[in-house]
């Protein structure tokens, strides 16, 4: 049956805070590709697939959130919202910004944001401001313009956000069936890993929603949630708050996670982990998942894949296991690191190999015969 892919608010509207009178800001977010990873499975002997959420509009899975607090805050009538970022999150709410008619306003670490993600903002015409600091630093002025000013907050501390994340877990299960044995993904500032476990949760048991309907249990159970920090900015293993936070991540630069106690809550709940990885493993996992099985994400969002691949070798993953890793944005964002990654295994890797106009030397450079 014919089904143009509405947007998560109105794919499952039946499970967010929204009205028949909310004024719905979309772009068509979610419905993203759950793609099997066929080397990763081979690697680790498990059954591995990787949601792909840089099929995003804007190239993340921020902008399943940010669908939920712009409709929020349009419902509220906000000429104007502001975020702290370390480049995606500014992307999406530039963008959903100028979709509802809005200014948008975001504040950026200094010299941390890919140039792909400040091109998106700068793009999308909004309101940039740098902050000399860090992202926690950012985080906090946002906080405190928004208490004291008129315009709305879109960070992931929004209620909202974490709302139109959770529909990830939802589609995971509706294309498997149920949930999965393993759920991996990237912890920055933990907003997703929050989303996933509370849409996980709510799709196991009967739900009763925001009109008092009792809705069906869809899942049979809940995964095992496994997060994966980069190894500078690992607040959540280190059990305390990170000044510095450094690395190439810098989707996950993130010291002071503020959704820190519901990700412990995911963790334990679920009898998971949350671990470090290095850059190094990261760039590995990165240019693993690009040249094996076809899929390029930036390198934050191949934490999760590096996790499982460091925990296998540890001898401690699981084997004959459904596992699904979130790949939480897309390659093109980012695309140094690639070339980096690539050039690690062969130095000449970004040189194409330069050959006379005939077939006889292309094919001789290519080594056929
Ligand atoms: C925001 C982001 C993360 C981190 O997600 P949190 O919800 O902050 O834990 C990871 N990867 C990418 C690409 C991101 O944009």
């Known amino acids: 049956m014919a089904h143009l892919w509405q947007g998560v608010i109105n794919e499952y509207r039946d499970r967010l805070p929204v009205t028949d009178s909310t004024p719905v800001v979309t772009m068509g977010e979610g419905g993203t590709p759950l793609i099997q990873a066929r080397a990763l499975s081979e690697l680790t002997g498990n059954q591995v697939w990787v949601k792909f959420e840089g099929m995003n509009p804007t190239g993340s899975f921020k902008d399943r959130g940010m669908t939920m607090a712009i409709t929020r805050a349009k419902e509220e009538g906000a000429k104007a919202v502001v975020c702290a970022s370390t480049g995606n999150t500014s992307a999406s709410a530039a963008a959903y910004a100028k979709q509802a008619g809005m200014r948008c306003a975001v504040l950026v670490p200094e010299g941390k944001i890919s140039m792909g993600k400040m091109a998106q903002a700068v793009a999308h015409g909004a309101d940039i401001i740098q902050i000399d600091g860090n992202f926690d630093n950012c985080l906090d002025v946002a906080r405190k313009l928004s208490d004291s000013y008129p315009v709305f907050l879109v960070n992931s501390v929004n209620p909202y956000r974490i709302e139109g994340q959770k529909t990830a877990a939802f589609e995971v299960v509706d294309a498997l069936g149920d949930a999965p044995d393993y759920h991996i993904l990237p912890v920055g500032n933990a907003g997703n890993i929050t989303g996933y476990w509370k849409g996980y949760t709510e799709y196991s048991r009967p739900y009763v929603n925001a009109v008092g309907e009792e809705l069906p249990a869809v899942a049979t159970k809940t995964p095992v949630m496994w997060g994966f920090q980069a190894a500078g900015a690992a607040p959540l293993v280190a059990g305390h708050p990170i000044d510095q936070p450094e690395t190439i991540a810098t989707a996950i630069r993130i010291g002071n996670p503020a959704s820190w106690d519901s990700a412990i809550g995911a963790r334990d709940e679920s009898g998971g982990l949350i671990e470090s990885v290095t850059d190094e493993q990261i760039i590995e996992a990165q240019r693993f998942l690009s040249s094996r099985d076809g899929v390029f994400v930036e390198p934050g969002s191949a934490a999760g894949v590096a996790g499982l691949i460091k ?59």
């Open 311 to 369: 925990k296998y070798r540890e001898g401690a993953a699981p084997t004959g296991a459904k596992i699904v890793i979130t790949v939480t944005g897309h390659g093109l964002k980012d695309p140094q690191w690639a070339v980096k990654g690539a050039e690690l295994e062969d130095p000449t890797a970004a040189e194409p190999k330069r050959v006379d106009f005939d077939v006889v030397s292309v094919a001789a450079a290519l080594g056929l015969d």
